[in-house]
């Protein structure tokens, strides 16, 4: 049970306020909408980049390629403007939220979602109003600003409010908003592909939907309760947390573990990333910088925003490959919403282990039919269409076994592993390399297709071999284990307990002990 564990420290730590409430219903789901942002982006973007009413207004000339008879099927597609239109978001996330991650302490979570909404609501319009490629890549970069202060902010913000028992499905809860942002993106994008000339504004500009929900909303939640004594608020911060606990709860423990936890941070305030770094946190920076490596080599960030064109690439129409990208967005909002209520019972590595073999199961048999229909005769551009429809099938189930596992963990593990005095930091850090590393994946993908065709999908399933190994050996549990007690996770570990016991003997050292 949770609240029998015992802390690296020797001490305990007793579970409380684990009933929910309506306020920490309300406050969790609220922090979770951010994800509404990255989602409608993402699925937006894979969109529009194949509707002709956008490139005949941009990219005349890549048009006119793909609709040449001669070119390879595989290599349709390969323009670096056009992509860098799509991952232009990523790299200017990667600089914000390592800017979020030093604002934070001094403004607190909330603030930053609020500066983050703000920004995503700025770039939604000028991208809307653009008239040449300058504007649209300007306003993907203020996107990409308020998808990076979000990112940083929200997973955090859920895992310092949500009940320890309930964490895990509050925190994935960010990813089944980020489902409904892509689901309803595409369902956009298959209305607004039939609008000739403008339809593709309609679609990037009801970004400032969700956006308008994140800046409304974060007006109307308080901070955490753990940022708010960091930054100097006992009472407040006590009055957030009987709120989110309920009025009748005894919160006296759990409040003082959080006062604890703070006052441990604000003794070791200096130099959390470089602390980050030290052997002490080693066990903290392996976990949190794979997770996020792994999830990109997952291939399914790839799949998700290039999945019109890779219908096109096997054969459908413009209108029937965004059809298909909408049943793909559907299968993966189901499989997301099963995560959220079986994790916190199943835990996480069973879920990162069964999902990680179901994707790379899917990818070969991918691979595998695209060799043998697209690449048997030169020449050939489109495959049969039930063979396209068999690769329809295949990417819906590799997308459901990715949203029952590496997509919401992906938010839920990195927001839950670290200590306070290094949580900010961590975050950023496990934030900055996803976003890094989609920046370079988004904006290589498409020439990768163009170069290895088939082959690509054996190499992202060679990649979740390699990583659902790493998960079996090294992640260790963390289900129902409060973030004040979360050393104890690491002390049981047959490897990470060697760091653990150094860990101890400094805290003694610094202590004079």
Request: hydrophobic share 50%.
């Amino acid at each position: 049970m949770a609240g029998q564990l015992i802390p690296a420290d020797g001490g305990s730590v007793r579970d409380c306020g684990e009933g929910l409430t309506f306020s920490v219903v309300v406050t969790c789901l609220m922090a979770a909408s951010c994800g509404l942002i990255l989602g409608y982006d993402s699925g937006v973007s894979g969109g529009v980049t194949q509707m002709e009413s956008f490139l005949s207004k941009f990219f005349p000339e890549h048009l006119r390629g793909m609709k040449s008879t001669k070119r390879d099927a595989y290599c349709k597609y390969d323009n670096q403007w056009l992509t860098a239109f799509t991952s232009s978001l990523f790299i200017a996330g990667t600089l914000s939220s390592l800017v979020a991650s030093h604002l934070t302490r001094r403004v607190g979570r909330q603030a930053i979602m609020l500066i983050g909404g703000t920004f995503f609501l700025a770039g939604s319009i000028i991208n809307t109003a653009a008239v040449n490629i300058a504007m649209l890549i300007i306003g993907r970069m203020l996107l990409g600003f308020g998808l990076g202060f979000t990112l940083q902010a929200a997973p955090v913000y859920l895992s310092e409010t949500a009940p320890a028992r309930w964490r895990g499905a509050f925190t994935s809860a960010y990813n089944a908003f980020l489902v409904i942002g892509i689901l309803s993106a595409t369902i956009t994008n298959y209305f607004t592909n039939r609008i000739p000339v403008w339809g593709w504004r309609v679609s990037l500009g009801l970004a400032a939907v969700p956006s308008a929900i994140i800046v409304v909303g974060a007006l109307f939640i308080s901070d955490t309760p753990t940022s708010l004594v960091l930054r100097g608020h006992p009472d407040r911060a006590r009055a957030a947390l009987q709120r989110n606990r309920g009025l009748d709860s005894d919160i006296d423990s759990e409040f003082r573990d959080i006062v604890n936890a703070v006052n441990e941070a604000q003794r070791n305030d200096k130099g959390a990333f470089r602390r980050l770094f030290s052997k002490e946190y080693r066990h903290y920076l392996a976990i949190g910088v794979a997770i996020p490596v792994f999830f990109e080599f997952t291939g399914m960030i790839v799949i998700g925003i290039f999945s019109p064109l890779l219908f096109r690439t096997v054969g459908f129409n413009s209108q029937k490959a965004i059809l298909g990208s909408v049943i793909n967005s559907a299968t993966n909002l189901v499989a997301t919403l099963l995560s959220s209520l079986v994790m916190d019972h199943t835990g996480r590595r069973f879920l990162f282990i069964v999902g990680g073999l179901g994707m790379m199961v899917c990818e070969v048999a991918i691979s595998w039919i695209m060799a043998d229909h697209l690449g048997k005769h030169e020449g050939v551009t489109t495959m049969p269409r039930s063979y396209a429809t068999v690769v329809l099938v295949l990417i819906c189930v590799c997308t459901f076994s990715f949203g029952l596992s590496w997509a919401p963990l992906r938010w839920v593990v990195p927001s839950e592993i670290y200590p306070v005095e290094v949580r900010s930091a961590g975050q950023a850090l496990s934030i900055s390399i996803q976003l890094c590393i989609s920046f370079v994946e988004l904006q290589v993908f498409v020439a990768l297709l163009c170069a290895m065709k088939y082959a690509v999908f054996l190499f992202y399933a060679s990649c979740l071999l390699v990583m659902t190994v790493f998960v079996v050996v090294f992640l260790p549990e963390t289900k129902g284990v409060p973030l004040e007690a979360m050393r104890s996770v690491w002390k049981g570990h047959w490897y990470w307990r060697r760091f653990t016991k150094d860990a101890k003997l400094n805290r003694n050292q610094d202590s004079g002990l």
